[in-house]
């Protein structure tokens, strides 16, 4: 069973929108929680990892949300750019070490349009 | 510039064929990831190195087998490959970062379609 659920599945918006994505999972326990960026034909790259019971970060135009206690996190992007198209990919991992396991979600496809 | 770098990007094989894919990184990190992405599904471990000739099974490590004697290179080899093995291949690396959390350097990938 899928353990790393993301909404929505795709989603496109106009040059300048914001939009949030969604991620709920139900891996125990959860250490962290990050975000990665993955463009087309290639791969992932890390834009912020959340770690604490009730987390925020923020990275330019990227900021993220994390609630342990309802195991759900967001990433809102905001004046979106058409650069920003992409896959998003919301990993869950139950350590913090390399001796645990990341639990991927399959991915919110993001198309930004002119 | 840290650099996960992966050879080849793109590889065609018949079905009973041996498979070599490579992978190298230059940030002299201790451990090494081969994730194998499929359409609609999250990234699978296949296997984790923790250092050279220190190697584990990840999630499916069936049809599987991995070489790392060189901290700096991490191979997945497939002996007599499958269709169902036709997939797009990440290796990635990791170093500890803020709250000593493990953050993965990820290669472009090789997509691997097995005839």
């Known amino acids: 069973k899928t353990q790393v659920e993301q909404s929505p599945q795709s989603l496109v918006v106009r040059q300048g929108e914001n939009c949030v994505l969604q991620?709920?999972?139900?891996?125990?326990?959860?250490?962290?929680l990050r975000w990665f960026k993955q463009d087309t034909g290639k791969g992932l790259v890390s834009l912020t990892v959340?770690?604490?019971?009730?987390d925020k970060t923020s990275n330019g135009r990227y900021s993220a949300t994390l609630d342990k206690d309802a195991k759900h996190s967001t990433l809102h992007i905001t004046a979106t750019l058409l650069d920003d198209t992409a896959t998003y990919i919301c990993?869950?991992?139950?350590?913090?070490?390399?001796?645990?396991?990341?639990?991927f979600g399959a991915g919110t496809q993001l198309i930004v349009i002119p | 510039d840290m650099k996960v770098t992966q050879m080849p990007r793109y590889l065609i094989k018949r079905m009973g064929e041996n498979v070599l894919l490579e992978c190298g990184q230059d940030?002299?990190?201790?451990?090494m990831y081969w994730y194998r992405q499929d359409p609609g599904l999250g990234l699978q471990l296949i296997y984790i190195?923790?250092?050279?000739?220190?190697?584990s099974e990840g999630d499916i490590p069936k049809g599987y087998r991995v070489s790392r004697k060189k901290r700096e290179h991490f191979s997945l080899i497939l002996d007599s490959a499958k269709t169902n093995q036709t997939s797009v291949y990440f290796c990635?690396?990791?170093?500890?970062?803020?709250?000593?959390?493990?953050?993965?350097?990820f290669g472009a990938g090789t997509r691997l379609s097995v005839l």
């Open positions: 990635a690396s990791s170093v500890r970062d803020r709250g000593s959390q493990n953050t993965l350097y």
């Open positions: 991620c709920n999972y139900s891996v125990t326990p959860d250490n962290h």
């Open positions: 959340l770690v604490d019971q009730k």
């Open positions: 990993v869950v991992g139950d350590r913090g070490s390399a001796l645990g396991r990341l639990h």
């Open positions: 940030m002299s990190h201790e451990t």
């Open positions: 190195s923790y250092d050279v000739d220190s190697n």
